[in-house]
């Protein structure tokens, strides 16, 4: 057999010597691994956000009535929920009225959230020298999460009540002769519990990005002849925006859509976005539910999308 006939029968063989080639390994593309990687993650996110999100919007365009729904494309569920809207224009209909108190009670929350989050971050980073401490003191932030979020609403109630510890309190030093009625089930204890829920939510990106900040940028502004509240605006705050952007987008669409809190704090009396969903649901008026949602979900990607505008969130996560 010649050599040439013997190369092509067995390509792996060195001529000459009868020994095998090593084969070389096939590579794959480094494009092709990063999808791999990233598949899981997508079949996740593809499983439980995107499609249940495609089935919301395709239910938010059928059609139903008392008792059943009909799967026949129409937009009740969005004409309902706009009744009478465009008749009493230049005044807000109820639904208006209702999103707008969503959006009011969300920026109380998110500035209140956004306030206490800063400073204590702030000290956690800047004013605990020591890394155990810092990493313990922002663990013991976790310690109300311990509990449900339902155990920790009502604990207030026996504060805050018209017979509770502070009523109690004020009028037997005299600050007060009567009961405060808007400690409890008013805008104020929504607005309280809603605070304590969900400031954790703003400490931790918050200290997550000034932890990163570069202890010389400080005493470079300060041996510059920079005062303390121009070292804050000038270094700490730019370079801690994207901690407060992303911790504001926790914050803020969490509080869009509740209606639990709410609901218990406000003693059923404050209407919100999130519960006119809930209020369709029970009626089982599943389109005009569906319909809501996909409102408040605009709504809340637009607060998003202009706040992403602020830092590049892509580059942070």
Not at 94 to 100: C, D, R
Not at 174 to 181: A, C, D, F, S
Request: aromatic share 12%; charged share 10%; net charge positive.
């Amino acid at each position: 057999m010649s050599e040439e006939v013997l190369q092509q029968a067995s390509p792996g063989l060195i001529p000459g010597s009868g020994t095998a080639r090593a084969a070389k390994p096939t590579r794959l593309s480094p494009s092709f691994v990063s999808w791999l990687q990233a598949g899981p993650m997508m079949l996740v996110f593809l499983a439980f956000f995107l499609i249940p999100l495609v089935f919301v919007v395709i239910v938010s365009f059928w059609d139903y009535n008392e008792y059943q729904l009909l799967p026949a494309f129409s937009g009740r569920g969005y004409t309902d929920t706009f009744e009478g809207c465009i008749a009493q224009l230049p005044d807000l209909c109820t639904i208006g009225k209702t999103y707008l108190k969503t959006l009011k009670l969300c920026f109380m929350v998110w500035a209140i959230t956004l306030f206490i989050g800063f400073w204590v971050a702030y000290f956690l980073a800047f004013h605990v020298k020591s890394k155990t401490w810092q990493m313990g003191l922002s663990l013991l932030c976790t310690i109300p999460f311990w509990t449900s979020n339902v155990i920790r609403m009502i604990a207030w109630i026996p504060l805050l009540g018209r017979n509770g510890l502070v009523n109690s309190g004020l009028v037997k030093t005299g600050v007060i002769n009567h009961p405060l009625e808007w400690l409890l089930f008013s805008e104020f204890s929504v607005v309280l519990a809603l605070v304590h829920l969900f400031t954790f939510f703003m400490v931790v990106p918050i200290f997550n990005s000034m932890i990163r900040i570069d202890k010389s940028l400080i005493e470079a502004a300060y041996d510059a002849g920079a005062s303390g509240f121009q070292t804050l605006v000038n270094v700490v705050i730019p370079l801690a925006k994207p901690g407060i952007v992303i911790g504001s987008i926790f914050v803020i669409t969490i509080v869009m859509g509740d209606f639990i809190t709410i609901g218990v704090m406000g003693g059923q009396q404050i209407a919100a976005a999130g519960k006119i969903i809930e209020t369709r649901v029970n009626a089982l008026q599943f389109p005009a539910a569906a319909a809501n949602a996909v409102i408040l979900l605009i709504i809340t990607f637009l607060i998003i999308t202009m706040m992403s505008r602020i830092v590049d969130i892509k580059k942070e996560l």
